[in-house]
């Protein structure tokens, strides 16, 4: 039976491991969970990118906390709106957008000059909300609503829609220049990020107020603008990216301070001053050809929310980003599922294929540099091209498939080694083992062809030595001479192959390959014979007569393997080579080394060596060179 090897078992399993990483996540990216994490690292790039330029073309008139200290509590009479119409109008402002809601008749005089002054103007955009809670009841919309919206075109089924409109007041709604509508749902984890350009009602598309206020800029009515559901709206050339549900991923160019922004009051303050000679607050001439919206920043109202830049951001500030993003044509853009499915898979395959092949620092050290790699990629296309990759969750795969792999290797390699450590403890030095454990992946059992020196040593008439010896004296002998031998072995990482009664087997080169092989195994023939002659003196004296052994070397291709019976098995080599050393044994007298010539050609640099007599074997045709090593060269 052919085993099959560590290294390619730990390659399939971890590419698998990586495939089931990359598929955990793509069927958890639905959850809430794992999409609220994907968002809050789209959060933190909009801190590690470098500040934002916005249009200045865009500026904010605020009522503050200090504009309420001055005027008193809000809504205030909306003579003081009507007013602020008058003085932008005046300062030539292009286009003026409300982001508050007149819903609510209030005083009627006042009403009316809101009304009066919104005609006037003839360029005031205001808003408006949708209930898009289910079960909202419809309210039809009249003419005089309807003329701001523009056909729903067939696919924005999936659009926001909502058939309950909260709408302004109708003698203000009739003379604005547009209506648009204030609805900014947040994410699954409560923060505002994408805006819905257009909400779907009664078949019909209401444009929200940023986009509205950006059309009468462009002069371009409503009605004008192209709507391809899931891919873009088109007004002038400019495409603005959405997604299904026809939401916008706003870009936030940071803090609300960045837009020109005025104070309402000091607005008023500053054209009173105008009007008396005096020195203004505020340069109302800044105001000329602008967008200017008017909206609310005071602490404590409804009109600040949670976004990724701040966690009570205004929501005119909301409309002014919206607005920058599409006059600087400067969009985000979310990367499909697909293409995130792949990126995914493609990551797992990565860390399948290579985190196997390493150990688990090296293995470490990789992982952090592709999420490093990772990373940086998702920051600069999120920075220079306004690309939103996913990152947690590839993150996320990287990091499970990597700890993944490390775990079944350590449990794999544990078995493994304990495995190596039970056959090889009984034939190889222990620091021939330690190699062997640090490396399981190079070790094939299943058999291979390798080249290898083979050592045989023979103690020369021990047969007839033990008849004419008590028993455990046979015993004692042995056991001294085949220690010397064996530690000879191992003192130059030799594999004892077997012991066949007073004669040893030894490989050099295998399990572990060494390119010194032949060397090693005359080495160690040269130790054998030289610590057998320093205790020859203790036999002749108990046994009367010198204990000799005989060693013969052949070098070449053998095959290598655990070879026997399910039963029993044994690590071994078979083969020619072994064949051939075993015959040179037969010519090695007592105290000789013979070698063949494969070796000798191995070592004559190593060794002093005497050619002799060549032989003839079994099953060889030609005849057989062999060699007597003398000594080792000085």
């Known amino acids: ?23 955990l996540f793509i069927l958890l990216s639905p959850t809430p969970v794992l999409k609220n994490f994907e968002l809050a690292t789209l959060d933190h790039r909009f801190k590690f990118r470098p500040s934002q330029k916005v249009c200045q073309d865009v500026g904010i008139v605020f009522i503050g906390d200090e504009d309420i200290k001055t005027v008193g509590r809000f809504p205030w009479s909306r003579d003081y709106h009507a007013t602020l119409i008058h003085i932008l109008k005046e300062c030539e ?7 508050i809601l007149f819903l609510d008749p209030g005083n009627p005089q006042d009403d009316q000059l809101l009304a009066e002054a919104t005609k006037e103007a003839g360029n005031v955009c205001h808003c408006f909300f949708f209930e898009l809670a289910k079960g909202a009841k419809g309210i039809p919309f009249t003419e005089d609503y309807r003329k701001f919206s523009l056909p729903a075109p067939p696919g924005t089924e999936e659009f926001y829609s ?12 009739q003379e604005a220049k547009a209506l648009g509508t ?12 994408r805006v819905p350009l257009f909400i779907h009602c009664q078949d019909r598309l209401y444009p929200t107020l ?3 206020i950006t059309a009468s800029y462009l002069g371009i009515p409503i009605q004008e603008i192209k709507v391809s559901p899931g891919k873009y709206v088109e007004l002038k050339g400019i495409r603005i990216p959405i997604d299904k549900k026809g939401c916008m991923l706003v870009n936030f160019a940071g803090d609300i301070k960045k837009f020109p922004h005025y104070s309402f009051v000091q607005v008023l303050q500053s054209y009173l001053q ?21 909206g609310i920043t005071a602490t404590g109202t409804t009109d600040l929310g949670p976004t990724p830049v701040s966690a009570l951001y205004p929501m005119v500030g909301v409309q002014a980003n919206i607005i920058t993003n599409i006059l600087q044509q400067n969009f985000l853009r979310e990367t499909g599922k697909s293409l995130n499915f792949l990126i995914l898979i493609f990551l797992g395959l990565l860390m399948g294929i290579a985190i196997p092949k390493l150990n688990a620092p090296r293995g470490a050290l990789l992982m952090f540099v592709i999420i490093a790699g990772y990373f940086l990629l998702a920051l600069g296309l999120f920075v220079s091209l306004g690309i939103c990759l996913d990152l947690f969750s590839p993150l996320l795969v990287i990091t499970l498939s990597y700890l993944a792999i490390i775990f079944y290797r350590f449990i794999l390699e544990g078995r493994e080694k304990r495995r190596i450590k039970s056959i090889f403890s009984r034939y190889t030095a222990p620091q021939l083992i330690d190699q062997l454990l640090s490396r399981p992946g190079e070790i094939t059992l299943g058999g291979e062809k390798k080249v290898v020196s083979i050592l ?14 008590p028993p455990e004296k046979v015993v004692e002998i042995l056991n001294e001479v085949l220690t010397i031998i064996v530690r000879a072995i191992f003192k130059e990482q030799g594999t004892l192959d077997k012991f066949i009664g007073d004669c040893v087997m030894a490989v050099y080169g295998a399990p572990i390959p060494q390119t010194e092989h032949a060397q090693r195994a005359v080495r160690s023939a040269l130790e054998i014979q030289k610590k057998l002659k320093n205790i020859e003196e203790k036999w002749v004296g108990e046994i009367g007569r010198k204990l000799e052994v005989g060693i013969a070397i052949n070098s070449g291709e053998a095959i290598i393997g655990n070879i026997g019976s399910p039963e029993r098995m044994d690590y071994t080599a078979i083969g020619d080579t072994v064949n051939l050393a075993a015959r040179l044994e037969e010519f090695a007298n007592e105290g000789e080394i013979v070698i063949s010539k494969n070796t000798y050609s191995l070592v004559k640099d190593l060794a002093d060596c005497q050619e002799m007599e060549p032989i003839r074997v079994k099953g060889k045709k030609d005849e057989i060179r062999i060699y007597k090593v003398i000594r080792l060269k000085k």
């Open 1 to 23: 039976m052919k085993f099959l090897k560590l290294k390619n078992r730990s390659q399939t399993i971890g590419i698998a491991i990586g495939l089931f990483a990359s598929f």
């Open 93 to 99: 402002v292009k286009v003026i957008g409300f982001d």
């Open 162 to 173: 909502s058939p309950q409109p909260s709408l302004p007041l109708k003698a203000i709604a």
């Open 182 to 193: 204030i609805n900014f749902p947040p994410d699954t984890d409560g923060i505002r990020r």
């Open 210 to 212: 940023s986009l509205a």
């Open 274 to 294: 105008v009007k008396e000679g005096k020195k203004p607050i505020i340069p109302l001439g800044k105001l000329k050809n602008k967008i200017i919206l008017v």
């Open 456 to 469: 045989f040593a023979d103690i020369r008439g021990f047969t007839k030595i033990s008849e004419s010896i």
